[in-house]
Each structure stands twice: as C-alpha cells, then as structure tokens.
C-alpha cells in the first residue's frame, strides 16, 4: 500500500480582538502626556549633567515614570499574569544558581538547549520547560529555535557575583517561609513572631527551636554565601556623609583617657574605617570593634595596616558591655535583626555601660510613610525571621523603652538609612 503524501496543515491565528476595556480613555491619555512630559525633563537634565559634568543622575527616578506609565495603562484584572510569572521566574532562577547553570552559558555567543542540559545534566525537556519563562521575561535571549544566551540581567547570576548570592538570600528568607504563612499565622495566631525562634523562617528549614543565624550557621557554605551577598547591601548603604562625627574627636582631646568610639558587633571593622577616613581626628588607636570570636580572629587576617591600629575584641552583645564610659557606642545594622524584646536586652547591655555624657549611635534603616518598594519588602523579610524594620515612631519607642532619649535622627539622602542619636534617659 502507497502511503498518502501528507497534507500540510496550517496554523490559523485568529484576529486580534480589541476589547473595550483595553481603549484608553482620555483622562488616561491627559496622564500618559503628563508622564511624557516629565520623562523629557529628565532627558534634558540628563543631558545637561553630562555635559556640564554636574554629577550622577537617578535612575530611579525614569523607572518610577516607567511603572506610572504600567500602571495608567494596565488593567488590574490583569495583575495576575505578571505575579504569576514572577512567582515561576524567581524558582527557576534559584534552582538554576544551585545547579550553576548560568555559569553553563557562555559569556559571549550561545548554547544549545541539548549540550546545556547535558552540562547540567538533567533531562532536555526539563530545561526546555524551565527555560522558558527566562526567556518570556527577558532575563536570557533565545537563539534560532534550539539556543539560548545571556542578557545583561542573567550575567548577575554568573561566577557568584554578589547581587545573584543576595537574589539567593532573598529567597530563602522571604519567598520559601512566606508559602508556608497560611499555615503558620494558622498555628501560631495571626501576630508577628516575639522572638527569634518559632518564626517562619525556622518553621519552614524545620528548625523550631533555632533562632535565623544558628540555622544558616549549621551550613557552610551558606555561610559563605550569606557573608558574601551582605556585601551588596553594606556597600549600598553609606556609613557616613549624612551624620557628623566629628563631635567625638573634640570631646576626646577633652578626655584623653577614654574610649572615643566602640562599635558593637561590627564585624571586621568596615564602619569604623569608613568613619575614621571620613573624619580624621578620630583616632584609630582608641576605637574599638567587638564581635564573635570567629569574626574576630578572621578579621585580623585581613585588615589593612591601618586598621590594625584598632583594637578587635571578641564579645557578644547578649552580655554585658565591658568597656565602660566610653564617648559613643555604634550599632550598625544589627536592631533590624531583632524585636523590640531583645532589642532592649541588647540596649541595656549598652545603657548600664554608657557615663552621663556618652551618646549611642544607632545606624539602621528607617521605613518611611508611605513605604519604598524595598523598605516594604524587607520588612516582611525581617518579619520571617523575628525581626523589624522601624518607622520613626517605632524608634522612638523603642529608645523609651530601653531607657534611652533620642537627641536626633539624621536621615541619608542617598538611601534608607539613618543615624538615631541617643543618650541616657
């Protein structure tokens, strides 16, 4: 029996059919102008920085017209479809920076799917399946039919470049506990977590009765990760520049004998070299920088020759402070990590130790009203693990609370983050 030849089938695309609700109407229209005419502003300013070299420009600024422009134009019934690719965009990039997989693609040029899969080793159409979103969103670029190739957003993603390890960080802390909220606001009560153990975050890595740091600390390389993606956030922050330090090498060629500044769980001493760049009469040599031994010891390995003039000591802000009467005390970045409940008990420390006249520094971030997309975000990420981020009320509050007065909050122009000036009640 001859075997028919086959008939070609066709693909009919049906017409496009244009909807009522996707018209614009003209009071849209009058904002779309309104936006128009603000994004030439910009350009022009932009221009103008440029050549006059007048400094940098903010971007933030023309990705706030962006999302006015989404927002005047989208529907939101049709919300969903963005939040749903969103939600399989960001799984699939954490499973492919566990498997390294971005680190598969070459920099240049591009890889089929079939020997990208074979480098993964993982069935083809796995990949071909997960790729796809990637490529829908624009974070990778399809080649031909059977290719795939970095953009600039998926090269973040290669050789454990920071803001990838901080992508991974975000993840585990917000997005994996909070699938499990409707579960746990069911057992624990609809309240935010009192402490640092029993949180979302312990809850969903199956590690009820250890606090968010104990049970990254149980990995390695975790650690190593963690450590590595908090650079990204450090760097983004600026120590100084919207607070005067200055104060504390006048009052310390009052009192030569004290100790001008001692910065409490401060790592390997970052802020306190900013600080004292920044502010050259403070003397590195009567600075102080406590942290947990481990730090500390790695510390040593790595500080500058300059730095090695300030004094490292292992201690713990959960005991009592053993340099008393020092000029200031800084905290930096380490309230937000906790609630009020221990916040107090780590101000205490702090207020047994502190002379009439010392100031403690408090340099964190304050959440505005209304909130910044980041600032909103991360609280509901200090949330998961037991922790806060504060409005100016809230610091208040707080200072009250762990017998403290705030004498002012200096407020960065650059980012979210602020000094709060206190002194004893």
Known sequence: MIPREATPVSVIRPKPVRSRSSKIGSGRLEDLQSISKELNILIESERWRQESGAGSFDRNMIKALAKKVISTVQQPEEQWV???ALMSEVCVIRVFNDWKAFDMIPQEGSISIKAWAEKLNAQEELIVRMSRILVATGTLQQVKDDGIMHTPL?????????AGLYFNTKFDIALVPGVGWVEYFEKFGRRVPEGITHTPFSIANNEPDKSSFEIIGMDQQRVADFAQSMNIAMKSKAVTGFYNFDWIAEKGRKDKDRTLLVDVGGGSGGAVEAITKAHSGIDRARCIVQDLN???ESAHETMSMEMRQVHMMAHSFWEQ???KGAICYFLRRIMHDYP?????EILGHLVNAMAPDSRLLIS???LTRPPTLLGAQTDLSMLNIGGKERTKEDWLVLASKSGLRVSGIFTSKENSM?????TKA
């Open 82 to 84: 963005e939040q749903a």
């Open 154 to 162: 998926s090269k973040i993603y290669t050789n454990r470049h920071p």
């Open 294 to 296: 481990e730090v500390v």
């Open 321 to 323: 402070q053993p340099v």
């Open 340 to 344: 009020d409940s221990k916040c107090t």
């Open 364 to 366: 964190d971030e304050l």
């Open 418 to 422: 602020c000094v709060i000036e206190c």
